[in-house]
């Protein structure tokens, strides 16, 4: 097809043919056409009040939907805004495309409005390219959202000159090419699977490319396979559901210790699974991701699978049909370790405590929730503990911000998923630290009707900071906020509503009320300060 248009609406037609529905912005005069061309194509315009948000927004809606996440950017800060969002996005591999404004080509060098070359600083992040002529802008973004979306997967970043953008061209959209599958490696399946068949205590430790490779039922017909434990991640989190016979959580470090075999699917062997170093001696380690970009060179591998996982893990299920399935005693061992720990929980669930007991929160919240509630968590202890109480029963139902571990996530994660699920309970937890970097967007969701269930774990403290510094050094410094700051009438300012709790028996009628409201809603609840979550060092 073929229309005549100014560049923007290159970009809108090109994002329009991708399927694409959303935009993410804040908006710059270098970006109008981007904007106009979305209102003349039907693209939702999602505005925000921080161009971090805007991108994180992007990223949310990219590792949720599986889909890519489209941000538009003025030039100059409106790309410094977004590059810890581009960095998250990054270490996330998701497949998000950012389109900034740039200073006009023919003044560059003379002094223009916020002119600063952005690819030599976005490139090591988010390979990035200018867009030197109208004409070529709508085979760019096509071929960015490709790659973007193309395994290792990871965000994309295109800017605009502004006369590029303002001039009018001949806007044709070129048809989509079929994508290449690679053959799979049959010896390595084979080697893996042999490897599941011999081992006695084997485990799968299975994460966010799982999912991003929509292989759940691969991942499924795998563990019931030879009945192997599965332990999550990431965005591997509910893709064998929380209440499947083979998925474990608690029993995850005993796991780690003992397993003589582990199988890691679909997530980087980084200092969540202590770089794959410190499983038990003698340990086998098998690698398999959906790239051989993405197989870890650190760590000696017993054998490892760098391919799109559906097929990877449908391979090595049907190698090992055959074999023997994990002894009954392996497994009823990690039973026993996981309801020793929920038993644990159970009297931090059922605190009585005042102060509230953070995992109170989650005794009271974790009941409320539907099987495919979206749970965003964006702070330190207070998410910490809802990584380990609230279960998933869905891939695509919890969202953090994963191995960058940027604060501020929440409210752009929270639109983009309120906006992808429109009937879904959307929950987004905050820490008392994490809501001040993007407390604005509250008023975003207010703005554009976006009934987000927020709820502030507000301990008056940065909690995950300040109890680690007391114990490395005796004391602590810069690890205070103000106590007791009312988060919910911030949120009455904006247009929503809020209600403060403080005692813990109130937080469940408050968290109904907040369901029921239908409008963005937040509950803040004072949580006790003096509650460390219990951790070892994470930080080398
Ligand atoms: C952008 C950013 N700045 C700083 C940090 C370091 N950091 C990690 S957790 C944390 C404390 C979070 O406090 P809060 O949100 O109140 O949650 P709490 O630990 O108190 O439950 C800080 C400062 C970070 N991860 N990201
Ligand atoms: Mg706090």
């Not at 790239?291 to 049907?318: M, T």
Request: proline residues 7%.
């Amino acid at each position: 097809m073929s229309d005549q248009g100014h560049g923007g609406r290159a970009v809108s037609l090109a994002l329009k043919a991708l399927g694409v529905e959303h935009l993410f912005t804040l908006t710059g005069g270098h970006i109008f056409p981007i904007l106009d061309g979305c209102r003349q194509d039907g693209i939702r315009i999602v505005d925000t009040r921080h161009e971090q948000s805007a991108a994180f927004a992007a990223e949310g809606w990219a590792r949720l939907t599986r889909r890519v996440g489209v941000a538009a950017i003025t030039a100059g800060p409106g790309v410094t805004n977004s590059m810890s969002a581009l960095a998250q996005a990054r270490f996330n591999r998701a497949p998000v495309v950012t389109l900034a404004g740039r200073a006009p080509t023919f003044r560059w060098g003379q002094g223009s409005l916020q002119e600063i070359d952005h690819v030599p600083f976005v490139d090591p992040i988010a390979p990035a390219r200018t867009v030197t002529a109208t004409d070529e802008i709508a085979q760019e973004v096509i071929t960015a959202v490709h790659a973007s979306l193309t395994s290792p997967r990871g965000p994309r970043f295109l800017d605009f000159p502004l006369d590029v953008l303002f001039n009018s061209a001949t806007i044709q959209i070129p048809d989509a090419q079929p994508s290449e599958v690679p053959d799979l490696d049959d010896g390595a399946v084979l080697a893996i699977a042999d490897e599941l068949a011999r081992a006695e205590r084997p485990i799968l430790i299975a994460g966010s490319n799982v999912w991003m490779d929509a292989a759940e039922d691969q991942l499924a017909q795998l563990a019931e396979a030879g009945g192997i434990p599965v332990f999550m991640n990431g965005q591997g989190r509910g893709c064998l559901p929380a209440d499947h016979r083979l998925a474990f959580a608690r029993s995850r470090s005993k796991a780690m210790k003992e397993a003589d075999l582990v199988v890691v699917i679909g997530t980087p062997m980084d200092f969540r699974l202590g770089f794959g170093q410190n499983f038990a001696s003698g340990a086998k380690v098998v690698h398999v991701d959906s790239h051989p970009e993405l197989i870890a060179d650190h760590v000696r591998l017993a054998a490892s699978l760098g391919a799109p996982l559906k097929a990877s893990l449908a391979g090595i299920a049907d190698a090992l049909a055959d074999g023997p399935a994990v002894s009954r005693q392996w497994t009823a061992s990690l039973e026993a370790a996981e309801s020793e720990k929920g038993e644990l929980a159970e009297a931090e669930l059922r605190s009585g405590a005042s102060p509230i007991h953070p995992m109170r929160v989650y005794g009271e919240l974790v009941p409320l929730l539907d099987r495919d509630a979206v749970v965003i968590g964006d702070g330190g202890d207070f998410v910490s503990y809802a990584g380990r109480e609230v279960p998933s029963f869905q891939g695509g139902s919890w969202l953090d911000p994963g191995p960058y571990g940027c604060l501020g996530v929440g409210p752009g994660y929270a639109a983009a998923a309120r906006l992808a699920y429109p009937n879904r309970q959307v929950v987004a937890l905050f820490g008392d630290g994490a809501i001040g970097f993007s407390g604005t967007e509250l008023e975003t969701h207010v703005r554009l009707g976006l009934p987000v269930v927020c709820v502030v774990g507000n301990n008056g403290i940065w909690a995950l900071e300040k109890h680690p510094m007391r114990a490395l050094y005796g004391h602590d410094v810069a690890a205070d906020l103000q106590p007791g700051l009312r988060y919910d009438r911030m949120m009455e300012a904006f247009g929503g509503r809020g209600e403060l709790v403080a005692d813990p028996d109130d937080i469940a009628p408050a968290l109904k009320r907040a369901f029921d409201a239908g409008e963005p809603y937040l509950v803040n609840i004072l949580t006790d300060p003096d509650v460390a979550y219990p951790r070892s060092a994470n930080l080398a």
